[in-house]
């Protein structure tokens, strides 16, 4: 059967309630970055979908590439402020940081 | 519609309002620790309006109602805000009381010796914003003077004041902002809704407000005005203060020192009912018209609730702050019926009842330096101890009760006078009021001065001279406009009989 | 793509941070991170040339200089003034700050190249016309913002700042991606002009338009911390080293909001060309933020009542702020939008001076809790005094700037009928005053401990004094400001 | 400004003037400033007896004269000062000047040596100066006014001795009480002025004579009006404070409490009468009866001389308001003249007695004066037998006039012969107590010993006053009878000619049919001065008039007929009341303690003064105090509370745990406050510090605002 | 095109390995789990054409940032502890808040009429893409340039170990 704009736009739906969930649920604050990363694919493959079906003009693409750049650029800076967090705290898990008043 | 005297353009007043800010400037640079310049700064900084008082009240003209010595100048032009001040009938009297009371509390205030650069310097700061609210024409004007006031106020308690001072002050400060809140959005509600008869857009200038041809179509439907009405009122039920409103008033009184307390009775309260009468009424008469019943009943309420509670109280301070919630409940009474007697009754009484306020708290002032304590029952059998300060305080006190002869009684009697044809219940069952009054302040006089000598207090000093320089001024007032009120009606008549004028059977 | 060299004048504010950017890596690199003073001087000269350019640049009509991406009108350019502004006072308080400067702190000079690059981000936020752009210029801002949230390295609570700046920001970015991925297959375009044309010819389902306009609008909320996209802002702004909380809630905020107004008062708002505003017929935003702006007010003002942390208080405070300007934004007139703009540039002075009062107090006191504020008005009575301006006028209370600016929300609100918000935004008010007054109550009412001045840096108080003075004298006279605003909305709106 | 008016404003300022300078000056002054008042006065009393001279030759009662300023003057509203001298004001001014004068030269004596000498004589110049004002101003606010500056007056003079607790209650209690009439009188005044349009005496009895003010409203102004004198003229149920006003000097109860500021409300209902409707006066004549007679039963129990003169008082003014509620204007004022003298002249000789007692004022320690002080014994029984009634006394005629008068009303309105019968019996216990007061101090053994070899006759400050007043008590009544017709009253008063209280014609088959009438000549010949003292002494016990009227009954004018039966009755009434008094005081045939223990219930009663003090003490003043209190913490607890409660609500929401704020809490927490602290409790648990709850926040944030748009705008 | 049955093959690969990163207790798994789910995104965009983006996917997602991930997991778990596992936390609210979210955007997808256009050849992208960056995308793609240099000061600065000498 013909793969549609709709299927794409699930798979994606999917992959974004995925990572919400991780974002949410998860206490390893590098798991929690995966989840980031898992929707902005998500929203990569959206723009990709998109610019395919509807948009029929590259744009779509070009978004997700700087998508890929953005991630890129988190995840550096996130992956070095966890580092950063497990020298002073010894832990990596989110809510054993907490040393800030109520 | 309040016209323009012709050939306005005098500086005066602005010279009486911003004179004690340049003298608050002018100590603030001066060194800390040099107590006795600050004091005689800040007296010489408070004669100059005094001295401008004198030059209004000879020069101010009795036979018009309209509105003198004014002066208009474009302040933020694009949004036609106007530095635009003028005196009339209304606030004449207003600005002279200022400008006495502020001259005798720094007087007063002379043994204040904590931080007493700040205390001189806000003090002029708080006359500075009282003249501006009296003479202000302009409704932003006003509004911005309005709230000036208020910040010297709330650190004058919150420093120099009693031991609650920091509740008492805080909660002064939480209470009118909230009401002049109100009154900033009927403001703008105003501003946007009267069209200025020369440029055609919105205006603050209050006269126009007053003329209701200006007045756009929104703001012709009754229940908007009526709304209107309310939300100005609160916010000068506050100040007066007004029943459900006044719990301010005693906290504040008991923690504020005493010169402090004096301007705040003598003075602030008067914001509220001079609001009334120089906003709320003119603007919006047919609303003034129908709130009248509820005003008249609620100015009863004021007078019977407040001598009530004074009866009951141990602290002389809060005794007379309730005094002044039952005098100003005479105010309100008057403004709410529209005839000659009842308003220039209640105008009157807005004066009177500065004065003779002003004297009780100087009073108490005076025995709280010397006992360091407040409690009635507390002392006892003073007279025989201290002659010359009982009799002082007896001419405070029957003042206070309305006692003929004094000016407390002139005002009371022409709000009855006028009170009675309008509403005869309301005004009877306020007239116990008289019957209360005259309760508690002799049961206080006896608990106070006469009986046996309190043995603590055998060897109290009498009042020493300056004490009475600061009260003798206006003992004479209050005995001169008890005897021969004359001189201070024929300034309020004019502009009363304009503005009842105004307003709709 | 009509890149004209002559229009690329107008980019020079920009081009001259980038450089300024550089030019700190390089004189940090030069002076291997010891003399951080040289570098504070190339960036207060970079930010001086650009401020300059400005003024000299001052575009009376829409550019587009780099295609439709990113557009420079006088709707920018007022930004731009805010920005150079905010950039330059932090510049100078963050030299004197203990928590930045310190003598255990090292790497000081590469503080003051964030600081670049982070005004640059900023402009640029304020010129971005396309939800691409958008992206990218909130990422720049974000991710230097996560540095700087961190930047006292062994500090714990910076750390623990940054890392919740961080994975916060990480989330919003994606959401926002995700919205804007669903916008552009509404419209098929990413330019914002576009994204109105498109929604105004497709017959576009409401729902998808509402989940993607709100998911965008998490990420420009997460930027101007509005609930419910404000959880980070207490933690940071409490954790951060106090000159970055301040460039926080005066730089990044200011520019959210020109982002926010420049996306929906063009992508999904019809102009009339004569100011005049009308909602596309898919859906009614205004009334969805006027929620989001009553929450955001009562619930910054209530939680920052129980604060004795005089930061965390601000904190709270500047998300009770955010939530006034909002009461501006919803209105779809004009009066509305140029409250806005004055209100963001009063409250930068008003908040940057308040946090520099605390900086200066931080420097000696080495804490910002309320108690030891006790006595403050006379050890040190010029601070107090200022500081006293600072919370009369966050308070809004007349002689002081914070009052006209309400005073131009308050009027717009009530120009447009919309009633329960003036009187929430009113009450609001009455409720900050208690814990601004709290601070003046600790600082006059309760005696000090001891006795003696603190000894604060004279440059310290002169700044102080430097902006105390306008949140006082724009109290009195304010016409001129009034006017800057107002003209740099005419294109937006007009155009 | 006619002469009379330029005397009459002298003769007010004149006390002013001594009160200023003895209240400044006086302790710098020689005699520390005692001579000022005596001095002033002194000219007062001739200017005033100069002004008495002119309407003795005028001879007409309606004439007056009047002068009047602008005080107030408000668009239409007019409040004028002014002057009214008539007949009545002549009198009045005689008779306030003449006791002050004589009270200032008793007090020299009396009062010597007293640490506030000074302040004492400038209060006494500031009383009579607010009395003159009352009697002279000529519009009822002026009136008003003098009136409180009087009960001001009496305040600090009751409160002299204000060391003592009693005092400092008594004066008090006096001010309160006035307060109380004065506050219905006030409302009186409105509500003339607000029917009338104006204040002016003859204004307002145009205004009432053309009946713009009638019916129901009239009537409750005329008892409203009223109030005011059974305030001032302590007349039941306003009558407590004038006992306990005792407390002040004797010389002080003398003036005031006898016969001036309590005489003030019998003028003020003789000066307005025409504002009184025939209901009005009917209210008026039953309360002047009923305070007759239940002060005389509560007079013979009183052990303090002074109370037992008080209550008296408090007895011979209800007879004064009676006699003008009944009609008889002039009878009423003629009434308080001679009244105004011989209970003078009674306060005075107590306080002479007390002055040599030591200040005792209890009886029991007194008894047998009469040999150690013969003049004050002498004027005593003198001012005795006058206020008894006994012919030819000045308070025969003057009572016999009430009595007339009284009878004349029972007459006119038929049923109504209840006042005449209270005046008769409470004519017959005045006769009783006095006596009973005469024979316990003069008659008798000394009871206390020591105290009586101290007693001494006063100097001549003391017996100067007593004798001159007994001379008037004995002269002022005039003669009329045996073919002399001294009446010289009608000169200056006379009864309204109000046609309506002429009513029904006389039934003659009455109880007092028995009576045959005397006709009295009416001649008016003048006979000069009474103070031309021609002291005529007494005409021995009873003299009966013994010519019979020749005209038969019918057609006779009814007040001769009336005159006639009220002579007899009266002068039967007080030969019962002095037989009765002697045969207990004197003869001792009647044990007054076996009738005591025969009747306990009554004497109880009466020795509490009926308890009217502790019922109000329980109802009006404990019930008042209870309101305050309620009102003073329905305020702190309640409406603070619920502003701390307001104020609150925002602190509590925020879940302050104690700290510097703890006292803004301390407020009633009300259940809004309960809500709003658990809203308050989700912000902070939101702001946990784990970033999980912030992430939850956020998207269920998200997922609210999508369902609230969809609830709101189903598209 | 391309039969279903592939696309739902790799579209099963990416959802599978996404739920791996999501539930799974030890961190390496999750990672490897990422890397399964950026292939399988990768697969897509080759059906949908998008061929430069497929290489830069691969290239730059993959090969960098999945690197760093596990670099930064191997780098911040201690030895000593075994604990590798991770428990959820609140999963129960967090399982409520994805269904939410999934349920929303599907019924968004579903009720949406989305213009739906029948997709024409796949070109090759590269060169477009080339003449892109270099004139619509100039300004981003510089500005990407400046953020990417910005993320590495910023991770350098925020990861240097404490200065040892310390000259002045």
């Known amino acids: ?102 | 519609m309040l016209a323009l005297e012709s050939g306005g353009g005098s500086s005066l007043l602005t010279w009486m309002t911003f004179l004690p800010l340049v003298g608050a400037i002018v100590i603030t640079l001066l060194p800390g620790k040099a107590r006795e310049l600050h004091r005689t700064v800040a007296l010489v900084t408070a004669a100059g309006p005094l001295v401008l008082a004198v030059k209004l009240f000879t020069s101010f003209d009795r036979g018009t109602a309209d509105i003198q010595l004014w002066q208009q100048v474009a302040w933020i032009p694009s949004f036609n805000i106007q530095y635009f001040v003028g005196v009339d009938g209304i606030s004449v009297t207003m600005i002279l009381l200022t400008a006495f009371l502020s001259f005798l509390c720094i007087v007063a205030s002379w043994n204040i010796d904590k931080h007493t650069k700040g205390y001189f310097a806000l003090f002029l700061l708080l006359e500075t914003g009282m003249m501006g609210v009296f003479i202000a024409l302009d409704f932003f004007l006003f509004y911005v003077f309005w709230e000036i006031m208020l910040l010297p106020m709330y650190f004058l308690i919150g420093v120099w004041g009693g031991p609650r001072r920091e509740y008492a002050a805080i909660k002064f400060f939480l209470y009118t902002l909230a009401g002049s809140v109100l009154m900033l959005l009927a403001m703008i509600a105003l501003y946007l809704n009267v069209q200025d008869p020369a440029t055609g857009g919105h205006t603050f200038n209050m006269l126009h407000m007053m003329n209701q041809a200006n007045h756009g179509s929104w703001l012709l439907n009754p229940d908007i005005r009526h709304v209107l009405f309310l939300g100005l009122f609160i916010g000068f039920a506050i100040k007066v203060p007004i029943f459900p409103f006044h719990t301010w008033l005693p906290d504040a009184h008991v923690e504020a020192p005493t010169a402090v307390s004096v301007i705040l009775a003598g003075v602030l309260l008067k914001m509220g009912t001079y609001g009334i009468l120089r906003i709320c009424y003119p603007m919006l008469p047919d609303a003034a018209a129908w709130f009248s019943y509820p005003l008249a009943i609620l100015g009863a309420i004021n007078i019977i609730y407040g001598a009530c509670c004074a009866m009951a109280q141990t602290d002389m301070k809060k005794l007379v702050a309730y005094s002044s919630v039952s005098h100003m409940g005479y105010v309100l009474l008057g403004l709410a019926v529209f005839n000659e007697a009842g308003m220039t009754g209640a105008v009157l009484q807005m004066f009177n009842h500065g004065t003779i306020t002003a004297m009780m708290f100087l009073m108490v002032g005076v025995i709280y330096d010397r006992a360091h304590h407040r409690e009635i029952n507390g002392f006892g059998g003073l007279g025989m101890v201290m002659p010359r300060y009982t009799s002082m305080f007896s001419l405070a006190l029957f003042a206070a009760l309305g006692l003929p002869g004094l000016s407390g009684f002139v005002g009371e009697a022409l709000v009855f006078v006028g009170a009675f044809e309008v509403y005869r219940t309301v005004t009877i069952i306020s007239g116990l009021g008289i019957i209360i009054g005259a309760a508690y302040v002799l049961w206080m006089l006896q608990r106070v001065f006469l009986g046996p000598l309190n043995e603590k207090y055998t060897e109290l000093p009498e009042i020493t001279t300056r004490e009475l320089v600061s009260v003798v001024p206006i003992a004479v007032l209050v005995i001169l406009f008890g005897v021969y009120p004359p001189p201070l009606i024929n300034m309020i008549k004019q502009s009363l009989l304009h503005l009842i004028a105004q307003i709709p059977a | 793509m009509n890149f004209t060299w002559s229009d690329a004048a107008y980019f020079w504010p920009e081009a001259i941070m980038a450089l300024t950017f550089i030019a700190c890596v390089l004189t940090d690199l030069v002076t291997r991170g010891r003399r951080h003073g040289v570098t504070l001087s190339v960036l207060i000269a970079g930010t001086v040339v650009s401020l300059a350019m400005t003024v000299i640049k001052a575009p009376e009509a829409s550019h587009y200089v780099f295609g439709q991406m990113v557009v420079i009108d006088p709707f920018a350019h007022f930004f731009r003034y805010v920005f150079l502004f905010v950039t330059l006072v932090t510049a100078v308080f963050s030299y004197s700050s203990r928590e930045i400067m310190g003598k255990d702190r090292e790497n000081q000079g590469e503080y003051y190249s964030f600081l670049a690059v982070m005004c640059f981000g900023m402009m640029v936020m304020a010129e971005a016309n396309d939800l691409l752009m958008l992206a990218l210029s909130i990422e720049l801002v974000s991710i230097t913002s996560y540095i700087m949230a961190g930047y006292a390295r062994f500090s714990l609570r910076s750390t623990e700042a940054s890392l919740k700046y961080v994975l916060w920001g990480a989330m919003s970015s994606g959401v926002m991606l995700y919205g804007a991925s669903i916008l552009y297959g509404l419209t098929g375009a990413t330019g914002f002009s576009a994204i109105r044309e498109g929604l105004l010819a497709g017959s576009g389902s409401e729902l998808a338009l509402l989940v993607g306009m709100l998911f965008v609008l998490a990420g420009i909320g997460y930027k101007i911390s509005a609930v419910p996209f404000h959880f980070w802002t207490p933690d940071v702004y409490e954790g951060a080293p106090t000159p970055v909380t301040a460039l926080f809630s005066a730089g990044p905020k200011a520019a959210g909001f020109a982002l926010l107004i420049r996306f929906f008062y063009t992508s999904l708002v019809q102009t009339d060309g004569t100011g005049g505003v009308t909602l596309l017929e898919g859906i009614q935003w205004p009334w969805l933020l006027a929620i989001m702006s009553a929450v955001t007010m009562t619930w910054g003002n209530l939680a920052a009542l129980r604060q004795t942390n005089v930061k965390r208080m601000l904190a709270y405070s500047s998300i009770a702020h955010v939530g006034y300007l909002l009461m501006g934004f919803v209105l779809l007139t004009q009066a509305g939008l140029q409250a806005i703009l004055f209100y963001l540039l009063i409250y930068a002075i008003m908040n940057l001076g308040a946090f520099l009062v605390v900086i200066a107090l931080n420097n000696r006191l080495h804490s910002e809790h309320m108690d030891d504020y006790a006595g403050l008005g006379y050890r040190e009575p010029i601070l107090a005094g200022a500081m006293t301006i600072f919370l009369f006028s966050l308070t809004g209370l007349p002689p002081t700037a914070g009052f006209v600016a309400k005073f131009y929300l308050f009027a717009a609100l009530v120009d447009s009928q919309l009633w329960w918000l003036a009187l929430l935004g009113v009450l609001n008010s009455v409720i900050s005053l208690y814990y601004y007054m709290s601070i003046a109550r600790s600082m006059y009412f309760t005696p000090a401990t001891e006795t003696g001045g603190l000894g604060l840096s004279r440059a310290h108080v002169a700044l102080v004094v430097i902006l105390a003075v306008p949140t006082l004298v724009l109290g009195l006279y304010w016409s001129p400001v009034k006017a800057l605003a107002d003209s740099s909305l005419a294109f937006l709106l007009g155009g | 400004m006619d002469s009379i008016i330029q005397s009459a404003l002298i003769i007010l300022c004149l006390p002013l003037v001594s009160y200023l300078i003895t209240f400044f000056f006086g302790e710098r002054l020689p005699r520390r400033g005692d001579f000022v008042g005596v001095a002033l006065m002194g000219v007062a009393l001739l200017l005033s007896l100069r002004i008495f001279a002119h309407f003795w030759g005028v001879n007409d009662p309606t004439h007056q004269i009047e002068q009047s300023w602008n005080w107030i003057v408000i668009g239409e509203f007019r409040a004028d000062a002014g002057i009214l001298v008539d007949g009545m004001t002549a009198i009045m001014l005689v008779v306030v000047n003449l006791v002050s004068f004589l009270v200032h030269v008793f007090s020299t004596t009396y009062m010597a040596g007293d640490r506030r000498y000074s302040r004492y004589f400038a209060f006494l110049g500031w009383f009579t100066f607010s009395m003159l004002g009352i009697v002279l101003s000529n519009s009822i606010f002026f009136l008003y006014i003098f009136w409180e500056l009087v009960g001001v007056a009496s305040y600090v003079l009751i409160g002299f001795f204000f060391h003592k607790n009693s005092a400092a209650d008594a004066n008090k209690k006096a001010f309160l009480t006035n307060r109380v009439g004065d506050f219905g009188f006030w409302m009186g005044i409105l509500l003339f002025f607000t029917a009338l349009g104006s204040f002016n005496y003859n204004d307002l009895f145009a205004g009432v004579a053309a009946g713009q003010i009638s019916g129901t409203t009239l009537s409750w102004a005329g008892v409203a009006l009223f109030m005011g004198c059974v305030g001032k003229s302590a007349q039941v149920p306003l009558h407590i404070w004038l006992p306990d006003a005792m407390e002040g000097p004797t010389p002080v109860s003398a003036l005031i409490h006898a016969a001036t500021m309590v005489a003030a409300g019998v003028y003020m209902t003789a000066r307005l009468f025409p504002l009184f409707d025939p209901n009005a006066l009917m209210f008026i004549a039953y309360t002047g009866g009923v305070t007759a007679i239940f002060a005389a039963t509560i007079a013979i129990v009183q052990t303090d001389i002074k109370k037992g003169l008080a209550y008296s008082t408090i007895s011979q003014l209800g007879y004064m308001v009676m006699a003008v509620g009944a009609g008889g204007v002039m009878a009423g004022m003629f009434h308080l003249t001679t009244h105004a003298f011989f209970k003078a002249c009674l306060f005075l000789g107590s306080g002479s007695v007390i002055h040599a007692m030591h200040h005792h004022q209890e009886m029991g320690v007194m008894g047998g004066l009469r040999h150690k002080m013969p003049i004050t014994f002498a004027t005593f029984l003198i001012a005795t037998i006058a206020i008894s009634g006994v012919p030819p006394f000045a308070g025969f005629w003057s009572k016999d006039a009430v009595l007339a008068q009284a009878l004349y009303y029972g007459m006119t309105n038929p049923g109504h012969y209840l006042p005449f019968i209270m005046a008769l019996l409470a004519a017959t216990i005045t006769a009783f107590y006095m006596f009973r007061i005469v024979l316990l101090t003069f008659a008798g053994k000394p009871r206390d010993q020591k105290l009586h070899d101290h007693a001494h006759e006063g100097g001549f400050a003391l017996t100067m006053p007593l004798i001159v007043l007994a001379t008037l008590a004995v002269v002022s009544g005039g003669f009329h009878g045996f073919g002399l017709d001294l009446t010289w009253f009608d000169r200056f008063v006379a009864d309204p000619a109000s046609e309506e209280h002429a009513v029904a014609p006389v039934n003659d088959d009455g109880l007092f049919a028995l009576v045959p009438s005397a006709h009295a000549q009416d001649h008016g010949d003048d006979t000069h001065g009474d103070d031309a003292a021609h002291s005529g002494d007494g005409h021995g016990e009873v003299a009966h008039g013994d010519d019979h009227s020749d005209a038969g009954h019918g057609g006779h004018d009814l007040h001769h007929v009336a005159h006639e039966r009220a002579m007899y009755l009266s002068l039967l009434a007080a030969g019962l009341g002095i037989f009765l008094s002697f045969m207990t005081y004197y003869w001792k045939r009647i044990s007054s303690a076996r009738v005591l223990a025969a009747l306990p219930g009554v004497h109880r009663v009466l020795s509490n003064k009926y308890y009217v003090d502790e019922a109000y003490r329980d109802t009006v003043v404990a019930g008042l105090l209870n309101v305050n209190n309620l009102f003073a913490t329905f305020d702190k607890v309640v409406v603070d509370g619920i502003v701390n409660g307001v104020g609150s609500v925002t602190k509590g929401f925020a879940w302050i745990s104690g700290n510097i704020d703890r006292y803004f809490v301390d407020g009633l927490v009300n259940a809004t406050g309960e809500l709003m602290r658990a809203f308050g409790g989700v912000v902070s648990s939101v702001q946990s510090g784990r970033i999980q709850t912030y992430f939850l926040g956020l998207v269920s944030g998200l997922v609210v605002l999508v369902i609230v748009y969809r609830v709101a705008w189903p598209s | 095109m391309i039969s279903g049955l592939i696309w739902f093959l790799f579209a099963g690969v990416s959802v599978g390995s996404a739920v791996v990163v999501a539930t799974s207790k030890n961190v390496v798994h999750c990672g490897f789990g990422l890397l399964f789910t950026l292939l399988g995104v990768c697969a897509m965009y080759a059906f949908l054409g998008a061929d430069f983006l497929m290489a830069t996917q691969v290239i730059v997602y993959v090969g960098g940032i999945l690197v760093l991930v596990l670099f930064a997991v191997m780098m911040t778990h201690r030895i000593e502890s075994n604990r590798l596992r991770d428990e959820l936390v609140q999963p129960v609210a967090a399982l409520g808040a994805a269904a939410l979210v999934f349920g929303l955007s599907m019924l968004m997808i579903t009720r949406t009429a989305w213009d739906e256009k029948v997709p024409g050849e796949a070109l090759p992208t590269t060169s477009s893409f080339g003449r892109a960056f270099l004139t619509d995308y100039l300004f981003p793609f510089e500005f990407a340039s400046v953020l990417l240099l910005v993320a590495m000061m910023g991770a350098a600065l925020i990861t240097r170990e404490k200065k040892e000498e310390e000259d002045q």
């Open chain 1, 1 to 102: 059967m013909e793969i549609g704009l709709n299927h794409y736009l699930t798979l994606s739906a999917v992959l974004f309630s995925l990572g919400v969930f991780t974002v949410l649920s998860r206490r390893h604050a590098i798991v929690i970055l995966m989840g980031v990363e898992l929707i902005l694919n998500a929203a990569a493959l959206n723009f990709v979908a998109f610019s395919r079906f509807v948009a029929e003009n590259l744009d779509g693409q070009l978004v997700a590439v700087f998508i890929i750049v953005i991630a890129a650029a988190e995840a550096a800076v996130a992956l070095a402020i966890v580092l950063a967090i497990f020298r002073n705290f010894q832990t990596v898990y989110v809510d054993q940081v907490d040393r800030l008043q109520r």
